[in-house]
Nanobody, 122 residues
Framework: QVQLVQSGGGLVQPGGSLRLSCAAS????????MGWYRQAPGEQRELVAT???????NYADSVKGRFTISRDNAKNSVYLQMNSLKPEDTAVYYC????????????????WGQGTQVTVSS
């Protein structure tokens, strides 16, 4: 059994910063790509950023230069530092990880965190 547990988020004024964290636990053999997605009310879930095991990163154009994704492989964790936040960043943020478990080491499965609300408002 694998779980992704998120922390961070909340309410922040425009121009402010927040940091999201996500830790994977359970019967983990290895973690491939980790990432963050978000979903605003009435919208589809969209990619925010991803990071490979060797820390190659990819960002949505809307967050480039403002958000930074990082990971700690020893802690099975991924982070999202969000700076210069805008009202349009308001959404529920989800972490995601591609994981091979000890039980099924030859199968890559997709896991999601529980989601955390980020609200940018004055």
């Amino acid at each position: 059994q694998v779980q992704l547990v998120q922390s961070g988020g909340g309410l922040v004024q425009p121009g402010g910063s927040l940091r999201l964290s996500c830790a994977a636990s359970g019967s983990i053999f290895t973690i491939n790509i980790m990432g963050w997605y978000r979903q605003a009310p009435g919208e589809q879930r969209e990619l925010v950023a991803t990071i490979t095991r060797d820390s190659s990163t990819n960002y949505a154009d809307s967050v480039k230069g403002r958000f930074t994704i990082s990971r700690d492989n020893a802690k099975n964790s991924v982070y999202l530092q969000m700076n210069s936040l805008k009202p349009e960043d308001t959404a529920v943020y989800y972490c995601n990880a591609e994981i091979r478990t000890i039980i099924t080491p030859f199968k890559m499965e997709n896991y999601w965190g529980q989601g955390t609300q980020v609200t940018v408002s004055s």
